[in-house]
């Protein structure tokens, strides 16, 4: 599409009355200098939507939603900016004026046009062979049995591709669109046995930008044993780029404003249907396949504030969702997870337990590191031998969050569900948001279009490539890393502390490093023995052996090893303290204890500063 001059587009805006074109959509009211109404991008009984004349603009108080013309034909007829623009124009008679292309821009332009002409002509003939032929009952049968009917069919224009493509071409060559668009299109491949169609035998999902084009498919394979893809996109093509389409997303932009400015975020095409369908969820998208990009996240930024993750609740969905959630942080949307049953997804939840039970748990969602540290301590994470490496991951996740303020509160609650201490942790993420700021950027990879033969496309899996983790290194506090320092590279201390291994128990449980520290008590690396150093590091976790980058374990002389070793295992015990009257603070100030226990803690911090002062 040409772009539209810029003195054009400014009288456009300067044709426009806000008034009447709202007057259209809504029923406004005056009120005083301006006129009001119900919002129609969120569910409310009193108006909280104003209309101010003098500016030309909409403000909408209950969901905050605000802005031109325009930007309120954008969103609620799902139209792109210049799109909106040519219906105003039209709207007031105004002749759209544009910019002169130069002629590849043009082709593009041109090409587009017709590979979206011929996807809308591949969708309506894929929907016709799902419903009408023979050929496609086991399709039917595998749609029913998932509790999809026709009307659903018809509503996402679920489609069959058959094995065969010759009615397609003949077809598409009909409406002069040759075998070559159709390659452009992504619907044929050539290989060294000729032409063949890209999607054979599968139940396709036609994919809608936000302005309603079919831009590609997503194909299912119907037999297991038939292609071990069970899903096949459409490469990137003029028209489609998988890391920039949502699916759903031309569906769910009017119900997200309605639904308070929150999506629910799900990982495949026939759980959104579910959603919309079966449960009248309608706020719900999808990517394409596991890989979502910050490309998503971005386009979901300018319709929400909120995210729900609705994933599967086995071990990949909670990978997938991980994912996710980094991205939707990245963006600054708030991110929650609904906790699904045990080998559920929202498709089976509804078929199972009823569309109430979806309701519910995304109704019960909670902030996505408060489920999944809660997730975490359930399987077993909270013990002692895993929780520095809890933690760490915790405050990894945490380090995610854009605004400084809902970052703060994350920590607050994470340090308290941890049991470990608030100052602790949140250096903790500090440390790691400095760390990706000095981290060089990494190159971002995107899928190409290729002309893959046929004997490729059988073999080919998509994958995602990423840049290795980093590795976040445990902060540890500094009266640990005193005592790591001294054991490191002192014999004598090593053997002191051993024998006092009982009453370092609270340092070790509380202090930042502790369990580092517990694990050299029990192997002894020889100090002034680099290879014995080495293997010990080797024994630790990645993040553990970092975190001791710069502590030697060259021998150190001390004059009076015990007496250095009294005063460093009393430091230890007063900081320890200092953590547990932290950790009980931090729970009296996340508001999810009752009164009789908040009483109770406060009790328990009261001694415990009494036992420090003295």
Sequence with gaps: MARIKEECIARIKDSTDIVELLGRYLQLRRSG????????FHNEK?????????????????????????????MFENLDYPTALRRIADMNGIAVIEEEENPEMARMRRLRSRVIEANQLAAEYFHRMLCRNQSAGHVREYLKKRGFNIESAKSWQLGWAPPQFNDLQRLAASKNLDTKLLKEAYLLGSGRSGTYPVFRDRLMFPIHNVRGEVVGFSGRVMQDDQDPRKYVNTAET??????????GLHKATGHIGKADMTVIVCEGQLDVIACHEKANIRNTVAGLGTAFTDEHALILRKYAKKAILCYDSDNAGIKASEKTYRKLAQAGLDVYMATLPPGEDPDSLINTHGAEALQQAIAEARPYLEARVSRELQNGE????????????????????KDSNRRDVAIVDLATRLNTGLEDLRGSVNDIIKARKNAPSSAISSAKHHDWREEEMQGYEERETAPPPTVVAVRLHPTMRGLLSMAASNT????????????????IRYLSGGDILQRLLEELPVPGEAASWQAFLQKLRPEQAA????????????????EVADQACARAARDSVSARIDILRAKIRSNEVSEQEALRILAETTALQQLLNS
């Design 33 to 40: 200098n301006g006129w009001t109404a119900c919002c129609p």
């Design 382 to 401: 909270g013990r002692n031998e895993n929780r520095a490496a809890l933690i760490v991951r915790m405050a990894d996740l945490a380090a995610e969050i």
């Design 492 to 507: 004598e201390i090593q053997h002191i502390l051993v024998d006092r291994i009982e009453e370092l128990q609270d340092p």
């Design 238 to 247: 003029v028209a489609f780029r998988k890391g920039e389409q949502l699916f």
């Design 46 to 74: 009193t108006p909280s939507f104003h209309v101010n004349p003098a500016r030309q603009i909409f403000k909408c108080f209950g969901c905050g939603v605000g802005g031109d013309a325009v930007k309120f034909l954008m």
């Design 547 to 562: 975190s001791l980058q710069d502590i030697s374990n060259s021998l150190l002389s001390l004059p009076n090893p015990l």
